[in-house]
């Protein structure tokens, strides 16, 4: 009996203990850490989560989408956490499209979290996700997807891993595309499957950009460049197609191509806009400058005669025409259409040079025109104060000046509108509020414009320099460009580099559509803008012609 009576109060003496112990455990969990310990359960129960913006959309002047945001993850790992970097690695590679040893790289890496793929499409990272291998995680952000690929590339841009804009309409217009990040608090239950989800700040998306572009006219324009490349191998190329009574442009092409869904392997230079950023000297397509300035101030017409021999001397320099002839006698007209240097250095010196610099710069040139596009250019003017004795013997002609494509778009569209002068534009309405249409302003009077477009349907007529180009139904304008480019060894002219190009309009008395065309040094088949560029803009132009519905004239 006595040692049944001690064995019952050592238990009894046990359990006190115990119970003591508890007590104590509990006053110290519950009071000394009770604090510390809510706020751990809290941060495994309770998070805060970003919620990544919707960027905005990217459509073309009919609702063809050209940028849109899909859901992706980023995949993450715990270097710390994977018991088997190699079996991982083996197991991970062909779902993430990377080596079995850049992967092994990643996960041996010393550190607590390094990212395995950013912006996985949401299917492949489901996928990933699915083989809850421990310590690879995923994050849910939006991807920037562009369905048409390289279309339009250099105009678009592209969105960088952090989801900001780096190039392009993607980098100018990021505030507007790229919306306002939410939070979210997020509850979990004990193993970590959410229980309660609360928005605590919403999201905002991004607003959505409607452009002037129009996707099958920007496609046949891309794959004219390309065929310009494959028969003359040139360094780069570009094309613009506007409609110039409103400066609203519809294609924007660019050779050599880059697609935006993939920019790092893209060629060297091949993401630049090369029509807002190529600075480049104009030659011949910028005696109608010289002319249109002559005609305004009435010092000739159309049919005034002027004696042409086969060279000038101006000051200490000689000028030849591009073809050795007798002296002959053309009209301001036939200067035009058979781009006689002669000639229009004839013209540019009746007008002088303090009239012939004004006109230079009131049509445009030696500032940006104000297009909406980034990286814009203003190209080079000599200022009047620096010109020498030379100087009207090669500035009429287009050489000793730098300008753009879309400068001398610009400049022609003017021609084509009656002599109104207005920027083009590229948004055509942002949230599906129209851009208000940018201002213009008359440079020259409706009967000079409308003698010039006559004179520039020359150059398409036989006799002129791009009298092989037609489309049926359609008379056509325009001028033709061969440009000498400066060697950088030598500072001289070179004799194998040369920028081709052609600026032109539809139907010529009341155009509708203007094109230029401009082919930096063409190495085969030919140099000149008659043979290299005019017929690009002809292969352009009759399909945007009748695809737009433009009646024939």
């Known amino acids: 009996m ?68 899909e ?41 607590g979290f390094v990212y395995l793929e950013r912006a996985l499409p949401a299917g492949q990272a489901q996928a990933v996700l699915a083989l809850k291998i421990p310590g690879v995680t995923g994050t ?11 279309l339009a590339a250099q105009v678009l841009g592209f969105v960088g ?5 780096l190039a392009g309409i993607e980098y100018s217009r990021d505030s507007l595309l790229r919306g306002r990040p939410g939070r979210r608090r997020v509850v979990s239950d004990a193993i970590g499957q959410p229980v309660s989800i609360t928005e605590t700040q919403p999201m905002v998306p991004g607003k959505t950009l409607s452009l002037t572009l129009d996707a099958n006219i920007q496609q ?6 390309s065929a310009v490349a494959r028969v003359f191998n040139p360094k780069d190329a570009t094309a613009l197609v506007m409609d110039p009574r409103t400066g609203a442009i519809l294609a924007v092409a660019n050779w050599p191509q880059a697609n935006p869904n993939d920019p790092g ?37 159309p049919s005034t005669p002027f004696n042409i021999p086969n060279q000038i001397h101006v000051a200490d320099r000689t000028i030849h025409d591009d073809t050795e002839h007798p002296e002959e006698t053309l009209t301001t007209s036939q200067i035009l259409a058979r781009s006689s240097n002669v000639g229009a250095i004839k013209i540019g010196l009746l007008e002088g040079a303090e009239h012939f610099n004004s006109w230079v710069h009131q049509f445009g040139f030696g500032e940006a025109t104000g297009v909406d596009l980034p990286g814009e250019e203003q190209g080079v003017t000599l200022p009047l104060d620096h010109y020498s004795g030379s100087s009207m013997g090669n500035l009429p002609i287009g050489q000793g000046e730098l300008v753009t494509p879309m400068q001398m778009a610009t400049a022609y569209s003017a021609i084509a509108n009656g002599g109104i002068l207005r920027p083009a534009h590229i948004v055509r309405a942002v949230a599906g509020q129209l851009a208000p249409l940018p201002a213009g302003h008359r440079i020259i009077s409706a009967a000079t414009a409308a003698e010039l477009r006559h004179m520039l349907e020359g150059v398409l007529a036989p006799g002129g320099t791009a009298s092989e180009v037609s489309i049926p139904g ?3 304008a325009g001028k033709t460009g061969t440009a000498s480019k400066i060697d950088p060894a030598t500072g001289e002219y070179s004799q194998s580099a040369y920028v081709a190009s052609f600026i032109g309009f539809a139907p010529a008395s009341n155009p509708r559509l203007l094109c230029a065309v401009v082919v930096d040094e063409p190495q085969s088949g030919s140099v000149f803008g008659g043979t290299v560029a005019a017929p690009a803009f002809g292969q352009i132009m009759s399909f945007a012609l009748p695809y737009l519905g433009i009646p024939p004239g």
Do not use: C, W
């Not at 455990?25 to 970003?50: C, D, H, I």
């Not at 994977?82 to 790289?105: C, F, H, S, V």
């Not at 046949?220 to 460049?225: A, N, P, Q, T």
């Open 71 to 111: 859901p992706a993850q980023d995949i993450s790992a715990d270097p710390y956490l994977i018991t088997d970097p190699l079996g991982t690695a083996e197991r991970l590679a062909p779902m993430l499209k990377q080596t079995q040893a850049t992967l092994l790289r990643k996960l041996s890496e010393h550190a």
């Open 140 to 150: 849910a952000v939006m991807r920037r997807v562009y369905p048409r690929g390289p």
């Open 474 to 476: 359609y008379q056509l």
């Open 161 to 165: 891993t952090e989801g900001k804009g």
């Open 2 to 69: 006595a040692v049944a009576q001690r064995r019952i109060g050592t238990i009894f003496g046990l359990f006190f203990i115990l119970l003591v112990v508890a007590a104590g455990r509990t006053v110290y969990l519950g009071v000394l850490r009770g604090g510390p310990l809510r706020k751990a359960a809290s941060n495994q129960q309770l998070t805060n989560e970003p919620v990544t913006a919707q960027r905005g959309l990217i459509m073309d002047r009919n609702g063809v989408d050209l940028a849109v945001s």
């Open 220 to 225: 046949r324009s891309e794959d004219v460049l």
């Open 265 to 301: 392997a893209a060629p060297a230079g091949a993401l630049q806009d090369r029509a807002v950023g190529f600075d480049y000297e104009p030659g011949s397509t910028f005696k109608s400058v010289t002319v249109s300035g002559a005609l305004q101030q009435g010092l000739i017409t």
